[in-house]
Every structure is written in structure tokens, then in C-alpha cells.
């Protein structure tokens, strides 16, 4: 039951009714924090005691951290919180990955160890919430806030069902304070919600799962069947099908959170408007790099213990950053890429920072343009190391993205009938509706275009019609959200 | 209370909005829903109401082996009574059972033909089947409590597709979804050729279809059975699509239904023929005792009702797999020869031989 489902649907309604049929706070929270572990539940019933047992731990891991003055029992506590959740999530996430490699590894130096015959399902969020509950006791180590009191409001911040499944990572000071007395819901957030909702279904159901099933999965899966053009429109339309994917769900799950009353932080900032590799990771996922940033690169030192170490510190948050995604080897190339771009790209900002010719040229509008060009190319690189079926395939993609030719093997075996450069029309209108957001949103940075909210009517109605798109134009059967399974 | 029903409080309005900007949708929808009716029939429904739209002087009644099998235009201009009829339609409902096409039949029928035939097959009689297009596209609230009343069984089943029917019709964009879609597949493919050529090609094909439909007296067969030849997927090794329609065979319910058809025509007047459809060989093989059992339940319905039932066999008409497109529906070839025969049954039956 995720948000684009039918069940959802009917879910959904009734816990808002019920919630906001409710006066009591206790009584909403209840409501709430048991309508979000039935979500989980609908998804993940085995697992439904990872969440509790990770909320039980986190929650008086807390309340310990605070109590304490012994500042070893403080530690003690926050280790226990912090190696539970690594714990769970390294059983279920990596423990296949691993297992897998010490078997290859042990078979390879001539050990007899058997082949894998067990398969892990990962639960609900898994690297969602331990991520929350880890940043809620770290802060509370840090007195950066103070621990929850009641279980009940801890447990809601844990299992708030909207970003529940994928995020965004919430964190404890960003929520804890909106909970106080259960947020009223005013005409914007009913309004907004609607907004984010109906155009995050849009993004998701039309572009996102339509990109896939008609051009995506076809070329990926089979790449030697399409020549070089078709390969450098498959990726393209793959960057454009991820980020409605994920920046879908995610609007839906900010605009859910609305009709609560609750307001979520945003996760992407017009990532494909980034000139630099820096840049596209303040604006992708913002919640996850600034997690990362704050409890994993500056504990580790950040840029203050010299040269050496800070390269080293970027490649390690990088190489971790791709592995939280997945536990497989083209995660890790594609965490190690991005700490290989971030440590090129923070030794080119070092070495020409503070020389006013190259200032004066970087901050000229030509080579933003060439910047930008050169970012999303190394972006689109990173992508087809995700997507790729096997790295046999996904080298051939590489190669037809920098420029090698590529004549399809199996022309004629082509689903589709290539129009514009490689791509069926259809496709590149889904490109261009995907991106829309980002023209509009660039044509507001160059201020060529004011910022201003269409009237209350106009809202309603695209958003209808963004909802009747989907009903009239999107496949039948919708995908799984692609950032659920990490 | 009158007041706050007409002043919302204010946080509601965007919902308010929001669904009057639904209905807004829905009603240009709804204004253009012939153009989507053409790109995507309900088939069904089309069929009855084409074949209502005028008195008929005859009706042939059945699932999709007359929609494949009976071209009207062949089998018109029989004698009568002494009368030529000339006015005959085909309600070929694909996937009908009995029920479905008792149902069909009293829709489509609103002046009793002089004539109506039911070209019934084994499937028709399963009550292991249960169809959901009937009740979904067909069943008025009559039809329905008859339904749910006679049939307690299934009557949570036929509730559930009767009003998820009517609640379709109720939101016009969702009734039309596919007609819309298949409208803006021509309309792209014809401004933007290469656009999205297989969508384009499932419209055409629609569009075909359709007006076949409103055209030709119902007689409107697929496509990949006009000129499709089991003997030729035979002899390719094309092994035969699952025929699941004959599976856990058992009788009884929709027999009921077979009566209600009988005593309906009784009463309206009109004369009932019945014509066993022909079957291939391996169709008869593999589902023997299905087939037995229906064979037994069309006799002792001639028998008790004293109904004419044609036995169009292979036999009789000399049908091998040549005349077929898959296992159970004819190509163009035995569809022409099958319509020509029940003419001439007809005729000498019309003259008052008994054939």
C-alpha cells in the first residue's frame, strides 16, 4: 500500500477523518501512530517488530542520554542506539552482499564456502528510519535537543506513514517542535497539499513509469539492440524518470503530510540546474547529504584535518552514500565516482578560487552554461551506473554517451519507431514535461520569470487535470517507487 | 444549517475548488464522449443498442462465436411465415454466457423480432463462469434484484460489478479513459508521425471496429480471425491459446436462464431457434465430457420446451480446421458458409418443414 495505489486511496481518507474527527491530542497521535504502523504492516507484516523494537531502543536511548551524568553512560546509551539500528540495517541490507562477496572471495584463495541459498526481504524504510532514529539520539547526545518524553510522540515521529517508505530523513528538531499541540490545518496546507499531491501522482504515474515502460527498460535491459543516439536519449530519459520518480513520491508525501498539518522539509532543489558536482548534491536528496554531511562528515573530521584527510573523508561519506542506496558493486562505483568528482572538483575550486581572471570567468554566464553541461553529463555517467543491467551494458552506454558509435545489432526489433534523433516523439515530450519544472525554476533564477502563486482556481484546476492525465494517459499498472527498495 | 451549506467554511474551499474543477473536466469529457465512443466501443453496449434502435425482423443472440460466425447480411432474406425478413441484427456478446445474453437479449429487443436465434455453445452453459461485462455494462436495477434474488450465490459477485458499472458511468473521465487515449494516439501519430506508432496502430484498429459495429448489422469480427486458419497454426506447431472457458464444467444456473429466454419469447411472440455452433475436432477431444454433458442439456430442453435446435456440427457442414480461426471461432470462409446455411435452415423452418 504506497501512495499510487488503490488501497492507499481508501487508506487514506479514513485516517483522515478519523484524525481530524478527533479533539483529544493523545487520541489524534494514537490514530496516527497506529494507522502508520498498518502501513507498514500492509507492506512489511513480518517486520513490523524491526520498527517497534528500533523505536522501543531509540526512544529510551534517549531518555538515558538526557538522564545521565555520567557522560560514559551518555556514550554507552548512544552506542547502544547507534549500533542497533547499523545492526538491523546491516542484517537485512547488506548481510546478502556480503555474505555473497566472502563466498566469491573464499571460493577465488580456494575455501569451500556454499553458493547462497537464503534471500533477505528488505523491511519498510529500513534506511529511512534508522537513519531518523540515529540523528534523534545523536542530537539528543549533543543537547542539541532534548529526548522525548512521551513514546507515543516518539513513535509517531518514527512511523509518521507519509515519509514513512522513502523519506524524506526528518529530523527530530524539524518535527518534535510541530507536535506540541497537534497542528491545525489551514486553507494553504489543504490547498498546497492538493498542489503537491496531484503533481506528484503526475510526475510518478505519467512521466516516471511511462519513460520506463516505453523507452527505459527496453534500451537498459538490452543495450546492443540500439544504436549510440538511442543510448544517449535512454539515459537522459532515465535522469528524467528517477527524479520524477523519487521527487514524485516525495511531493506526495509532503502534501499528505500537509493535510496533517505537518509540514516536511523538501528533498530536491532543481538538482539538473547544478553546475558542479557540490551543487547537485546541496539540491538531490536533500535530506539524505545533509544526514550524511552532519553525522558522518564532520564527525569524521570534515575539511579541517588537512588535505589528505579531506579527500579521504569525502571519498568514505561518497563511497557510504552510494552503499546506503544499495548493497551491490554498482552502488559503490557510483558512491566512488561521486567522491572521485567531489575530490576534483574541491581541488579545481581550490586552485582557482581567489585568481580574479578565473573568478571573473567562472562567474560569467557562458561558463555556467558549460559548467552546466559538463555537470550533467557527469551526472548522467553516475545514473547509467545504476541503472545498468550489467556492467557489459552499462559500459557500452558510457561509451555511446562520450561519444563512441554504436550501430544497433537488431534494428528491426526495435519497440519503437525512432523520430527524433533516436527517440520516439512521445518520449521526448516526456522529457520535456519532466523538466518543465526545472525550466520554470531557472527562468525564476534569471529572474526572467516572477515567482508568484497562480490564482487559488487555476491551482485546482491543473491539478485536476494533472490527476486526469493520469487516469486517461498513465500505464495501467504502476511501478514501485525506486527509492523504496534502497 | 442552510448558512454554513452555503458558505463552506474557508479551509474546505480548496476541495471545493478542487472538485468543481473535477466536474468542470468531466463535463467537456462528457461533451465530446461520441468522439471517444468511436475510438474505444463498449462493445456490449453498442451491440444492444445498435441492434435496438430500429425493430428487427430477426435477432441472432450469442457469445463470440456468433460475433465471429453469423453475418446478418447473409443470413437475411429468408422466408418467414410467408414473410421475406430482411431486417436482422447480430448481438455477439464475446465472453457471454447464457445469462449475459438473456440479458442482452431483452435490451436489445424492445419490439420483439419475428425471429430470434441463439447460437449456444458448452461455454455458454458453465456455471463455473462468471462474466463481469453483463452485469458491468448490460444489467439495468430490474436485472440485478432478478439476479441477486435467483441466484444467491453469486449475488455479492454481481452486486460488486453491477455498481462498479454504474459507478463508471457516473465519472465520465474515468468511462472514457481509453477512448480519450486512443484519440490522442490518432490525433499525435497524424500530426507527429513516429510519435507512438503501436498506440496509433491499437486505434485504427478501434476505430475499424467501431464502425463495423454502428455499420454492419453487428457483424463485426476481428481481425485476427477473418483471416486466421487453425490449420495453418497447426501445422506451424502454433500451439492453441488456453481455452479456459470449458474447465470445472458443471450446469445448472444458467440453464435457469436458457428457460427465462424461452418463456420471454413465448410470451413476446416470437419464435425461438437455437443452433448448436460448430467446434473443431480438438476442441470436442480435449473437453469430451463437457461437451457430453451439454449435448444432454440442449436435448432435454428441446425436449421439454419444444424448441427448434439447429445442430450445425462439422458434420453437417462439412467443416474441417480450414474453416476456423483458433478452436472454437470461424474465419471469413466458415463464417460466410455458416451464415448460408442457417439461411437456408431458416427458409425451409420459415416455410413450415421442420428442418
Redesign the interface.
Known sequence: MIFANKAFLIFLPIVLVLYHGLNRRTHKYLVLTLASWAFYAFVSPQYLWVILLLTAIDYVAGRMIEDARDDRVRKTWLTVSIVSNLALLFAFKYSMFAYDNLAWLGQDLGYSIPSRAWYILLPLGISFHTFQGISYTIDVYRRQIPAVRSALDYALFVAFFPQLAAGPIVRAVEFLPQMVTPPS???KQ??DG?WLFATGLFKKLLIADSLDVLFVSPVFDNPTAYDDATHRWAAIAWAVQIYCDFSGYTDMALGIAKWFGFELPGNFRLPYLATNIADFWRRWHVSLSSWLRDYLYFPLGGSRGGAVRTYFNLMVLFVLCGLWHGAAWNWLAYGAFNGVLMGLHRAFDRLLTGISWADSLRASPGWKVFAWVGSSFQFLIGLVLIRMVDWHGGLLLIRSLVGAEHAAETASNS?????IAGA???VV?LICLGLLGHVVGLLQECRWLRAARLP??AR??I???A??GV???GPGVSKTFIYIQF | MSESFAKPP??????V??L???V??DLVVLGFRGTWERHSPDDYAERVTGCAAEPREFVIIGGSPVAEGFNPEVVAGFEWKGQRLQNGYAVGLSGATTSDNYIGAIHACPTPPKVLVYGITASDLNDARKEPHGPYSLMTPHDWVEWASERPRSAEWVTRHFLQGKLSKAWA??RY?HG??MW?ATA?EGE???????AALEANEQLRYSKLLRTNRGYAPTLGFVKGRYDVAKAKGIKPAPFQFLDRYRTGEHLQYLHKLADWAERSGIDLILVDMPITADLDARYAEAFAEYRKRLGEFEAARGVRVLRATREVLGFSDVDFADVIHLNEVGASKLSQWLHDRLSEAGGGSRP
Do not use: H, K, N, Y
Open positions: 490545518v489551514s486553507a489543504i490547498s492538493l519497440p519503437f519507431v525512432p523520430q520516439p516523439g512521445l515530450l487559488e482556481f485546482s484546476m491539478a485536476a487535470l490527476i486526469a487516469l486517461a494517459f | 474557508s479551509r474546505w474551499r480548496p476541495v475548488r478542487l468543481i474543477a473535477f468542470l473536466i473521465l474515468r479513459r480519450i487515449r490522442a499525435l507527429f508521425p513516429g510519435t507512438c506508432p503501436d
